[in-house]
Every structure is written in C-alpha cells, then in structure tokens.
C-alpha cells in the first residue's frame, strides 16, 4: 500500500471552515491507485494545492472495469482513506463495462456532476472524460449552466500518435480523438502545462479557448538546493516511459556508438513499459541490448519515489531524452530534488528550465548530439539544473486564475423562441450492446429529470425494441425518440 497522501500545508481544522468553493477532478490517472504516471502525480498535486487553498475537493476516478476501479498496489479502498486523511474525497464511477468504454465512463462522469454541484470541475484532455458533461452544458442543461469546466491538456491521443508515429486504425480511436479534441474546443478553461502543447492542438487545427492559461504543473514538494560542484558520473539512466516518444530508441542507438566508450559506467533503464506493436518495450529492449558489452539494468515497476530515491542514492545522470514533450514531469522532479540530467532542447521541457541552465543540461534532439552530451558530462561531471520558477510563484497564479475563473458569469441562455432555433435542446444518446435496456431507460428517466422535461432526446440503441417497450412502461416520453444505431446518418443530416 502506498504511504497517506499528506501536504504541509493543509490544516486539519479548515474542514470546520466553510469552503472558498467546492472543485471536482475527474481522472483515469491518480497517483495512489496508479503508481508512476507523471498525469497521476499532477492530478495528486493539483486536489492538494486545491485542497490547502481552502477549497473542497473531491476527486471522480474513471479508471473502473467491470465494477473494479483499478488499484496497482493495494485495495482502492486503501487509497480512499488516504486521501480522507488530507482533506481529500476520492470515490469512483459505477461502470460494469470495459476498461476503453471512453464514451460510457464521460456519461457516467456527466450523471455525478448532475447528482452534485459543484464550481469547478476539472478535467484531463487524455480519454475525453469532458465530452458529455460539456456537450449536455452546451445543449442547455440548467443544472451545469454555472458550473465552469477546466480541461487540463495533458496527452491527447492524437499527440502521442503523432510523436510515437503510429498510425490510427480503428473507429474507436477515431471516435477517441474527436472526444479529447472537442473536450478542449468546448471548455470554459483550458489549463496548459506548456506553451508549446497548445501550439501543437493548434497546428492540428483545433480551437483553443481564450482563457488558456500556461502553468506548469504542480508536484509539491519543496525544491532542494542546486549543488554547484560537478558531480563525477558512475552510472546513466534512462528515465521515463519506456516507449519511443520519450526517445527510448534514440537513446539505444546512442549507446550503439559509445558501447565500447562506457567502460566502468553503468546503464539503466528506469521506467514503465509499454506495448508497441503488440510487443512489450521492455523485451523489446533486452534483445536490442544482447550486442552490448555491458550489462544493463531496468526497474520497470518502481513508483514516484522510488524512482527518485535511486536517482539521488548515488552518482548518478538522469537522461530524459523525449524529442519532444509537453511539460515531463521526470524534468521537474529532477529540478526540485537536485538530480543531475540530460535533456532535449525545444518543446515543453525546455521551459522549465532557467534559461542559465539550459547550456549545460540541453541537447538538440538527435543521436549525434545525445552521444556529445553524454560524453561531455562523463568526462566534466554533472551538476543539478535550476527551475525557470518556484512552486510559490505557481500556487500565486494559479490562485489568481482561480478567482478570475470563479468571478467570471455564465454564459446567457439563449432564449427558446429565438428565431432559427429548435424550442428545446437535443441530445443525441448512443446505447451501445453492453448497456442494458433496464441501465439505459434509467438514464434517459434521468436525463429527462435534470432537463425538467425540456429536451428532445434522440436515441441510437443497439436493441431499440427492448429499450422502446422498456420506455414505455416508465410513462410519458414524448421527448425521447429511438431508433437503430444504423440511424446515425438520417439524424445528422436533420441536425444539421
């Protein structure tokens, strides 16, 4: 079990005190039930920020399959009492279904932010999560009318195609995609670790909200001191996600050509693994690594500190080599602890760090500069890099923004008898097979409820028999229309 989530700064006794107002996060990542995500770390950091500024929290986990929330090391259960003791509410969505049900796990996102109420929600642009509670706030629902909605822009699904150069094959991914990009184009807020991710959604022809504020992510900790004496290097570790984006192979072809140069240094590879092309990354790299005159090492199932401890436990470089990333958290937490490192320049990384440190720890992204870089430090030393900000000037504007996203006033209903417009909102439902008859009438009762019966609901099942006898036992429903999933296409003509 992981230890209790604590923070300096949260006062036991502020749960007696009345709430500058309540903040919702809805997840998949978590730190707790997950162990090493760098999204996971962030939504942790960000409910305690929050949570130590006064605010109520609870925070929404979707990561749920077949009524499991997932949980990497120990009981769920577990993490909800931790998270009790910093002041913090976790609870988990109630879905039966599979573990990539994306459009699913947002209705089901949407049906608690309609049971509670709250000022903020917060979302991450990763699996569209945003999508239904945004399109429902859209089409007029007046339960989520002054509610303001955050989307955090993390790793959209076509970012991490593009970087990791992997085509898109399915309609789920396609589907996927449109969800994240229309989380970001239909958000309140738009939270950017980076200025350079929101570059990116924009050169993919997305539109980004005005209010898009750039703020590094927080990890609460308190930074150690940079030591200015050289560091002598013993050993290297590549460090992050063990995947092709985070610039695993370009590291290996770096080694390639320093093999024999790397006498008496040693190699480790300090991440999670993944799959590309169905195959794990970490067997991947084991048969890459059979041509090596040396050994290697991979802790691929190490958590945040004790990644981070081993880092500090000796002389060792951190290389983060990712060609291009949004803003790493491997970069910061380096930063804050005083750990020496390698990084690519450019992209999102690049701005973390104060522009006096970025001679000594930036390379440009190629294998000819990464095997400079390594052979200069192997041959100079390594000292810590100084951070281009500190968490007390993060938490200032972030508190700033805060108060400005709070103040600012809702959106005007349009009126219903506006010329042009449809008297009520529609709201187009998918019921796809695993949703039973019994599941989906009692969210469209619901629906209906939140609408107070103000909305025109049309309805595409997999069984529209069973849903439509199902319906009709439940009363009037002169709102709701079903037909066949193959109807898609005679309803988007008549929208549109």
Not at 16 to 33: D, F, M, N, Q
Not at 435 to 461: C, K, M, N, P, S
């Amino acid at each position: 079990m992981n230890k209790p989530v604590t923070h300096p700064d949260v006062d036991p006794s502020s749960a007696h005190r009345p709430p500058r107002a309540t903040v919702c996060i809805v997840t998949g990542e978590l730190a707790g039930p997950d162990f090493n995500g760098g999204i996971g770390t962030t939504n942790r950091a960000l409910a305690l920020v929050l949570r130590a500024q006064g605010y109520k929290v609870d925070v929404l986990y979707t990561r749920v399959e077949e009524g499991n929330p997932f949980s990497a090391r120990g009981k769920f259960v577990d993490h909800v009492d931790a998270y009790r003791k910093a002041g913090i509410d976790l609870s988990c969505i109630d879905h039966y279904g599979s573990w990539n049900a994306w459009q699913t796990k947002s209705y089901l996102a949407l049906q608690h932010l309609l049971r509670h109420r709250y000022d903020v929600v917060f979302f991450d642009d990763t699996h569209g999560n945003a999508y239904y509670p945004l399109l429902a706030r859209r089409t007029g629902n007046a339960e989520l009318r002054a509610t303001k909605m955050c989307v955090t822009t993390h790793s959209a699904t076509q970012w991490i195609s593009d970087l990791n150069q992997t085509p898109i094959t399915t309609l789920a991914e396609l589907r996927l995609m449109e969800m994240e990009r229309r989380s970001i184009e239909l958000a309140d807020a738009v939270k950017g670790p980076s200025a350079y991710i929101l570059h990116k959604y924009r050169s993919y022809g997305w539109t980004v909200p005005e209010n898009a504020l750039v703020l590094p992510n927080f990890i609460s900790v308190e930074q150690s001191p940079a030591k200015a004496t050289p560091i002598p290097v013993k050993e290297i570790v590549f460090f992050g996600r063990l995947e092709t984006r985070k610039g695993l192979w370009m590291f290996c072809r770096a080694l390639d050509r320093l093999k024999y140069k790397l006498s008496g240094t040693a190699v480790t590879f300090l991440g999670k693994g993944t799959l590309e092309n169905g195959i794990s990354t970490v067997e991947l790299l084991v048969r890459y690594s059979a041509g090596w005159p040396f050994p290697i090492r991979v802790l691929s199932n190490f958590d945040r500190d004790q990644a981070l401890s081993y880092l500090k436990g000796g002389n060792r470089l951190a290389i983060i080599a990712s060609p291009e990333d949004n803003s790493p958290s491997a970069v910061l937490e380096c930063l804050n602890e005083g750990i020496p490192f390698i990084a690519c320049s450019g992209s999102g990384g690049e701005e973390l760090l104060h522009q006096d440190s970025r001679a000594a720890i930036l390379f440009e992204p190629s294998v000819d500069n990464l095997c400079k870089k390594i052979t200069e430090v192997l041959a100079h030393g390594a000292t810590p890099g100084r951070c281009a900000f500190s968490e007390a000037q993060l938490e200032d504007s972030f508190t700033e923004w805060m108060e400005r996203l709070l103040q600012s006033r809702p959106e005007p209903a349009k009126p219903a008898n506006e010329p042009g417009l449809a008297s009520f909102p529609v709201l187009v439902v998918i019921v796809p097979p695993e949703i039973t008859a019994d599941q989906a009438a009692t969210e469209l009762f619901r629906a209906i409820e939140a609408y107070q019966g103000r909305v025109e609901i049309e309805v595409l099942a997999a069984d529209p028999a069973t849903l439509l006898k199902r319906l009709g036992s439940g009363g009037e429903f002169l709102t709701v229309t079903v037909s066949g999933l193959d109807g898609f296409e005679k309803i988007a003509r008549s929208l549109a």
